[in-house]
């Protein structure tokens, strides 16, 4: 399995389209992890997911993301998990522990603001890791 985070400054890049670096994490069966940073100089966000769909990644940890972006990351079949935000050592260590996203949620996905307080999320599961 692998999963790429888009980064900025050690931190999940606040939009991807526009995130210029990922680290990808590839996780062996005997349990040892290796970790590649890639630059994600290309001009579209087509191209961006193009990128990472070739390196073999099979699930996406972002910020915000366009729709045109996040319909070209599921059309790969990539899993798709928007909208998070923090420092990357400590939402990779979530998602690998099955953490609760709500933690590392982006400011305003936390809570949606209806009547009835219910929790609401800006996309993803409440749950993530794998």
């Known amino acids: 399995m692998k999963l790429a985070i888009s980064v900025w400054n050690d ?4 939009v991807f389209d526009a995130s210029e670096s990922a680290v990808v994490y590839s996780f062996q069966t005997d349990g040892s992890v290796e970790k590649i940073f890639f630059s994600l100089s290309q001009e579209t966000v087509q191209e961006k997911v193009g990128f990472l769909y070739e390196k073999g ?3 996406l ?4 993301i366009s729709e045109k972006g996040s319909r070209e990351v599921l059309s790969k079949g990539i899993e798709l998990i928007p909208f998070v935000a923090g420092d990357i050592t400590d939402v990779l260590n979530a998602w690998t522990n099955r953490s609760s996203k709500i933690e590392y949620s982006m400011p305003g996905c936390r809570f949606a603001g209806n009547r009835n307080r219910k929790q609401r999320r800006c996309g993803g599961r409440r749950k993530f890791g794998r």
């Open 11 to 14: 931190r999940i890049a606040p």
């Open 57 to 59: 990644v099979t699930a």
């Open 61 to 64: 940890i972002c910020g915000a």
